[in-house]
């Protein structure tokens, strides 16, 4: 789907939508409780709907009313092969792939190329230790081993969802086991908001520096809980600010244990100077903060590497689309830079590169100087309504775009 933007300001008021990071935990915990619990404030997103074919395989049960998901949970246990389907949902496999072997011996998980080639490496250690038996083809990866209780050691700088998805299959083995972290972790917030889903859920982890103590033969129970909204896409909305606009967002937790509510500290630095900002654990603001650097004051970006194992490679399509409205982005290793330059309305059409954060990037940009967007449907993926929504801020959106 082509969609032409406008140029255009966005003005109103608007609320963030549900955290994706938080649905998903919700999800998959409310999956292995034994009992019924109600999830109130879920978007539909494409990302939540493959987490939803995991608990459905898992044997839990589920009925969607309005934005409310009513679970009943079941750790089901079976000899059968389970076999799951996803899309490119990164959460919904690394959280998956644990839990699944804690319930059963083999499992195969069809998924795109560009999630199965964005790896498990953490994951394959852990078989080869254990002397799995895997297989992982462009679209599948079929395991057959059990996961059972003992102390883990592994990295941490890749990505933390792999620390997730071992805290939450680890509590259902019958002994206790340990996770050694031996890295630095990066995504520090997402562990925390692990933990605190795992808490409501009556799940007990230990956690010190780079220790995780889990105890075994723990139960999940049931709750009620509301999802909170979401620092990651309200991010976006917030950058209309920077570029003119007046967005009111009248429903973010300031108290919040998400990380990339440092995007209020972000944006206050792009607009006063060129600063030097840190990835490491707000990777998923990659996009909208190059974005921005790059119509505001330049900025340099370190412990940038992550960006390029995402649904994109993301530095590439950053470097790609920037500098088609004139801008100059260099990438290093571990480094990018955006430099401080005029920009100008693009002369050929904005690729969304199949993904959802820099479509709702490359958006913001182009309601600046209008402009075509490519594969706009991206957004799905986390924000489905998120077009609808910057129309009804003022943002002129057409979608009867003849492809160029």
Known sequence: MDLLIEKSLARGSVSAPPSKSYTHRYLLAAALADGITYLENVDLSNDIMETLSCIKVLGAEYEIKNQTIIIKGSKKRSSCPLFFELGESGSSLRFLIPIALALNNKITIKASERLIKRGIAVYEKIFQEDHFNYEITDTT??????????????????????????????????????????????????????????????????WSDNLFLIKGNQKYHPVNAKIEADFSNAAFLDAFNLIGGKVDIIN????????????????????????????????????ILMSLAACLNGAKFINTKRLRLKESDRILAIQNELAKFGAVVDA??????????????????????????????????????????????????SYPSFFEVIKKLGIEVHDDVIDK
């Not at 002369?347 to 199949?354: E, F, Q, R, V």
Request: aromatic letters at 8%; a negative charge.
């Open 332 to 381: 290093l290793d571990n480094e990018v830079i955006v430099f401080k330059k005029p920009l100008h309305k693009p002369l050929t059409a904005i690729d969304s590169h199949n993904d959802h954060r820099i479509a709702m990037a490359m958006t913001i940009l182009l309601s600046l100087f209008g402009g075509t967007l490519k594969k706009a449907e991206a957004v799905n993926k």
């Open 141 to 206: 990866i079929t395991i057959e081993g059990a996961l059972r209780a003992r102390e883990y050691q592994i990295l941490g700088n890749i990505s933390s969802q792999f620390i997730t998805g071992l805290l939450y299959a680890l509590p259902l083995l019958e002994e206790d086991s340990k996770i050694i972290v031996t890295s630095e972790i990066e995504s520090k917030n997402y562990l925390d908001m692990t933990i605190d889903v795992l808490h409501q859920f009556g799940i007990e982890i230990e």
């Open 252 to 287: 973010l937790p300031f108290n919040s244990l998400q990380g990339d509510k440092i995007y209020l500290t972000y944006y206050k630095l792009l607009q006063s100077s060129s600063p030097i900002i840190d990835m490491a654990n707000c990777v998923d603001l990659g996009p």
